[in-house]
Every structure is written in structure tokens, then in C-alpha cells.
């Protein structure tokens, strides 16, 4: 299978994701933890159905020590006892700001709240960040068909 675009050699598309790399640098240097940036990002990639995403943070979040009990569990995250509060507040955050279009009211203020429980103010903002963030590449990822399978850990740099 074959992308219907490469975005790999388009200079538009290497321009465009030089722009959103530097965003995921930022949040990537905040103090959200960074276990939870990945579970975040597979949770996003999951409801998207963005393959090249969800290969791509599962195998990072390995190659960071995740284990693979937690990371099978993240679609079930609500049935899991893997993961603390705060992360389930983020997962919760994570799906609602993502499946927007899903619920007339948007991210609910109980989910706001929960999460605002957990995460001081700039953790919250690189949070928000990053489930913005991870959503523009899984549409870029999915629109154009990006096969998954191939990532490797650290193969971007």
C-alpha cells in the first residue's frame, strides 16, 4: 500500500510538519508527563483510526519502558486498574476533545474539572496542545492513507 501523497518529499507537506514538529517540541519540554503524552496521543490515534500514529506511539512508548499490559489497555482505559487518576482524566480529556463533533456541548466541564484536579496550568495548556496536536496528524496521516507498520523508534530524529 502506498500514501496517496508523500508527505515525506512534498516540500509543502515537509514545510507544513517542520511548523507542527516545533509545536510537539514544546509540549514535548513541558511538564506533562511523559507517559502520559503517549497514552494521549494512542488514545487520539485509536478514535481516529490513524494507523501510522497508533504504530508510532506504541512503539515509543515502549521504547520509553511502557509495558505492554498498559498500552493493550488503553482503548478499555476505563475498565483498566492500570493507570493512576490523572491519567484517566487525560484519557477522559483526550476523548472528548476529539470526538467534538460527537457531543453537541463539546469537552464537558466535569471532564475539565477532573482534569484541572490533576494538571497545573501549564500542564493543562500542554495538554490541550497536544491532543490539538495529534489530532492534525492523525487527519494529515488518515486523509492521505499513510501505511503503518514500518516506524521505528527515533526514525524522526
Same mark, same amino acid.
Given at each position: ?30 511538564? #506533562? ?12 490515534? =485509536?478514535?481516529?483510526? %490513524?494507523?501510522? %500514529? ?38 477522559? #480529556?483526550?476523548? =472528548? ?5 460527537? &457531543? &453537541? ?17 501549564? =500542564? ?21 492513507? =499513510? ?11
Amino acid at each position: 500500500m502506498d500514501a496517496r501523497l508523500d508527505l515525506f518529499g512534498n516540500p509543502v507537506a515537509a514545510k507544513f510538519f517542520r511548523y507542527i514538529n516545533s509545536a510537539g517540541k514544546a509540549i514535548a519540554d513541558s511538564t #506533562l508527563p511523559s507517559a502520559t503524552q503517549e497514552l494521549v496521543k494512542i488514545r487520539a490515534s =485509536q478514535i481516529n483510526g %490513524c494507523g501510522f %500514529c497508533t504504530d508510532m506511539h506504541t512503539k515509543d512508548a515502549t521504547a520509553a519502558g511502557e509495558t505492554a499490559q498498559r498500552l493493550h489497555m488503553v482503548a478499555a482505559w476505563r475498565e483498566a486498574k492500570v493507570f493512576t487518576d490523572a491519567e484517566r482524566a487525560a484519557l477522559e #480529556l483526550t476523548e =472528548q476533545g476529539t470526538r467534538i463533533a460527537d &457531543a &453537541a456541548g463539546g469537552v464537558t466541564d466535569a471532564a475539565w474539572e477532573n482534569a484541572a484536579k490533576h494538571y497545573d496550568e501549564d =500542564q493543562l495548556a500542554a495538554l490541550v496542545s497536544l491532543i490539538a496536536l495529534i489530532n492534525a496528524y492523525n487527519r494529515v496521516n488518515v486523509i492521505v492513507q =499513510q501505511p503503518a507498520g514500518d516506524y521505528q523508534p527515533g526514525m524522526f530524529g
